[in-house]
């Protein structure tokens, strides 16, 4: 259970940094090139990891890392890319947050991994705690950015249960690097063809690019599938949950968004729901359930009617 439970800050710095990107995107990136942006994120960041692994795919990875890059790499950015300029950073992060529960269907019926009691609970607690950041009509909501975030939520989710399920006997920075590899060389021609000349970048778009591909595209995944390989898909889903908390968070410290107190009551939940999927919470409910069952026998062997007479 130690062992296990140190994946658990690992799997975390993923969420964390993903949380992030919406603000660095909303403020720094140029807007409307959604495929431009996708692209210059995940190949450089294929690419360094690639140098450091210095292992090509074969066989049948091949064309697996073409659907994972397409699931979790291009599609998924370039549709995170899209919201993260037409909703506010706290609304676009907090959609995500609903993809533990994707998660652990899609991990129930291709990987037979039943979610526990626990991870149920956690995931339903956290929705809660989404609901409340989410019905907050002080800001406008683009439905299109909403449709963004919701397929970019689903998509993913059945890509990391995938990259779960095949990736035994392959490295981390391998696995990673592929998908970024695969799905960056997918996004560059058809952003050519759709988004016409790559956006001119000035100073501050260049650093805000270098911190997106390197500490969370590089950096990030590779913590992310680390976790899946260690982690249960219903423990990391809820490790997940990071990623609203953090953009909330951010919008409101450094972007000005104002939170109002249901929002509060909300980050508190998803909180909540965090710790109760994870193992050292399980490991708790395991002791209370090991103590009441002596303490019951216990009175049992004391009670009248056990006595010998």
């Known amino acids: ?106 991990a129930w019926a291709a990987l037979s ?39 970019a939520m689903v998509m993913s989710s059945l890509g990391y249960v995938l990259a779960k399920k095949w990736s035994a006997g392959v490295d981390v920075f391998s696995l990673t690097s592929w998908q970024l590899v695969a799905g960056g060389v997918a996004l560059v021609p058809v952003a050519v063809v759709v988004e016409g000349p790559p956006p001119a970048l000035d100073g501050p778009a260049l650093a805000g690019f270098a911190y997106v591909t390197v500490v969370a595209t590089a950096l990030a995944f590779a913590a992310w599938f680390a976790g899946l390989r260690h982690l249960s898909a219903g423990t990391v889903g809820l490790i997940g949950l990071l990623n609203p908390m953090t953009g909330v968070l951010l919008g409101a410290g450094i972007a000005g968004e104002t939170l109002a107190a249901h929002q509060l009551c909300g980050l508190a939940l998803v909180f909540l729901g965090i710790l109760l999927g994870q193992p050292a919470a399980a490991r708790l409910v395991a002791v209370l359930r090991s103590a009441r069952a002596r303490r019951d026998g216990d009175a049992a062997e004391l009670s009248p009617g056990r006595t010998g007479g």
């Open 1 to 106: 259970m130690e062992a296990t439970f140190r994946w658990v800050p690992v799997t975390a710095i993923a969420p964390v940094a993903w949380g992030t990107t919406y603000f660095v995107t909303h403020r720094y990136l140029p807007a409307d090139y959604p495929l431009y942006g996708a692209a210059v994120r995940a190949l450089p960041a294929g690419l360094l990891l690639l140098l450091f692994c210095r292992t090509l795919p074969r066989g049948s990875w091949r064309w697996k890392s073409l659907v994972l890059g397409t699931l979790n790499m291009s599609a998924f950015f370039a549709l995170v890319y899209l919201a993260a300029q037409v909703l506010p950073t706290s609304i676009a992060s907090t959609i995500m947050a609903t993809s533990p529960v994707a998660m652990m269907l899609i």
């Open 113 to 151: 991994e039943r979610p526990r009691g626990a991870h149920l609970a956690g995931a339903g607690i956290g929705i809660g705690g989404v609901c409340l950041m989410l019905l907050d009509g002080a800001v406008a909501v683009d439905f299109s950015g909403v449709l963004a975030s919701v397929a």
